[in-house]
């Protein structure tokens, strides 16, 4: 994944988790639970969810943002920055991704989903709502970068039509790897809103096979087609 501040500096994630349950306790409440579903809520992420962020960036890009460069996203009115929680006992972070409105363009520039649950469409869920937050502010394009050899993440957005469009020789410095640059471009045509419907549906159908339940807290619109109740 791209660093906006090009930052692969190993931060340690912060210990101040008093406010969060531990990653059993939300195991432990989909084993227990007399439901077979287990509730995951979309929003944006504020201030209070900081820790959890940092504690996911860790797990998942060995710390790839400082707090002060989250803080800078979610002070900026060009960035959205939205989380995946599953709020028993208080709420647990388990996925979140970032976008950067630049231009016409919607910069993506972070997307993770806690190791525990992956492959349950979570990741799919947070880009799908990254490119309606797109969509919403008027963008025209989707970019991002990602490790050529990070094939999961390839493999996920090559299904939401991203194309490659070049290669970053040496872009990230702690393996010298290549980064990938992917494109999709057509957010403001007719037809997207549709797309976006129909990913919307397919994606919370995985995610209900998986046994989760969405409900999306977000201020944006629905895609023309799509009734999830919104804020
Ligand atoms: C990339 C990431 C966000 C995907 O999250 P996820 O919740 O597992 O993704 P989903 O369950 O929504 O999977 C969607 C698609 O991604 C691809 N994919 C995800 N994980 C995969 C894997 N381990 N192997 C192959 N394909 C994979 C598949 O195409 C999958 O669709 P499918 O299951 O129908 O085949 C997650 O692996 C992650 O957080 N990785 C670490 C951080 C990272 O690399 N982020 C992306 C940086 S650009």
């Known amino acids: ?123 799919q869920t947070l880009l799908i709502a990254l490119l309606q937050a797109a969509f919403e502010r008027g963008l025209e394009r989707a970019t991002l970068e990602v490790r050529a050899s990070n094939s999961s993440a390839c493999l996920l957005y090559q299904q939401f039509g991203f194309k490659t469009a070049g290669r970053r020789r040496g872009y990230y410095q702690d393996t010298g790897e290549d980064a990938l640059i992917l494109w999709l471009s057509g957010l403001q045509h007719p037809e997207f809103q549709q797309t976006l419907a129909t990913w919307h549906r397919e994606a919370e159908q995985r995610l209900t096979t998986a046994g989760w339940n969405l409900e999306v807290n977000l201020n944006l619109l629905p895609p023309e087609g799509y009734s999830l109740t919104m804020d």
């Not at 460069?69 to 929680?85: A, I, K, T």
Request: with cysteine.
């Open 1 to 123: 994944m791209v660093s906006r501040y090009h930052n692969f500096e190993n931060n340690p994630c912060s210990s101040d988790s008093r406010d969060w349950v531990s990653f059993p306790s939300v195991q432990r409440a989909r084993n227990l639970s007399n439901k077979s579903v287990t509730l995951l809520e979309l929003k944006p992420l504020t201030d209070q969810h900081l820790p959890a962020v940092l504690e996911l960036d860790q797990l998942c890009f060995g710390g790839l943002w400082t707090l002060a460069d989250y803080q800078r996203e979610l002070d900026s009115p060009n960035s959205d920055l939205l989380g995946l929680f599953v709020p028993v006992g208080l709420q647990t972070l388990v996925g979140f991704g970032c976008l950067w409105a630049i231009l016409e363009e919607a910069h993506i520039t972070v997307l993770a989903a806690h190791p525990h649950y992956r492959r349950q469409g979570l990741g």
